[in-house]
């Protein structure tokens, strides 16, 4: 198994490593395009807070590790959420007939869907990073999973949801364990976030297999305008 220390910061490690190829760079500040995904990570120089200003630009709200050193003064709070990572400890993934690979063609109906039931931030061009599939009812995309963040070694399952009417039928399950069987085909290992206080996903993530890494914050600030920093 790979080093499981790049999971400390995935956004950096993802865009310094499989998926440089995407990153928009300032020195120690690295972002996936705005269209893909509205993170940003950073490595520990200490030039770091110039280099993310410089890169997001004023007024911006950009993610934040758990890592760096507190921002210079003017920088304002954002989001704040308690949050936990799991990854693939004993999990038996399965590729589930049912599931549909998704694609392009298919980017309205999921933003629809993540807009109705609120898994995370899906963009339009997120379908890049990985494989996303599908379940259908009566040819309507009811559920989905795909990949985002790809540190070495590691691919992140993300975008997990239901619609709320097709809930308790254990859609989510066959698509987290399709998706995770094609992490493994190619040699990677599964991992995942999601809230703390999601304590029904959390229990379901670790009957899967999945184990409790660490506990995480999602966390953004605000870039200041009109300020040298």
Do not use: K
Not at 88 to 114: C, F, K
Not at 150 to 178: H, K, M, N, Q, W
């Amino acid at each position: 198994m790979a080093d499981e220390s790049v999971l400390d910061n995935v956004v950096w490690e993802s865009l310094t490593g499989p998926h440089a190829y995407l990153a928009e760079r300032r020195g120690e500040a690295a972002r996936y395009p705005v269209d893909v995904a509205p993170f940003l990570g950073a490595g520990g120089g200490p030039g770091v807070w110039a280099d993310i200003a410089a890169l997001a630009g004023p007024g911006t709200e950009v993610t934040v590790s758990p890592h760096l050193p507190e921002p210079p003064a003017g920088w304002v709070p954002g989001i704040d959420i308690a949050g936990v990572q799991l990854i693939d400890d004993h999990v038996a993934p399965v590729v589930d007939p049912d599931a549909v690979r998704l694609t392009e063609a298919d980017v309205p109906e999921m933003l629809d869907l993540v807009e109705r039931t609120q898994p995370g931030p899906l963009r339009r061009r997120t379908i890049i990073l990985g494989n996303y599939v599908g379940l259908r009812h009566e040819g309507a995309l009811v559920a989905m999973a795909g990949e985002r963040l790809r540190p070495p070694g590691y691919t992140e399952i993300s975008a997990v949801c239901t619609d709320p009417a097709f809930r308790g039928r254990g859609l989510a399950t066959r698509l987290v364990l399709t998706v995770a069987a094609g992490i493994r085909e190619r040699g990677d290992t599964p991992f995942l976030h999601t809230g703390a206080a999601n304590v029904n996903a959390i229990r379901l993530y670790e009957a899967l297999g999945f184990r409790l890494r660490r506990h995480v914050r999602f966390a953004s600030v605000f870039v200041p305008v009109g300020q040298t920093v």
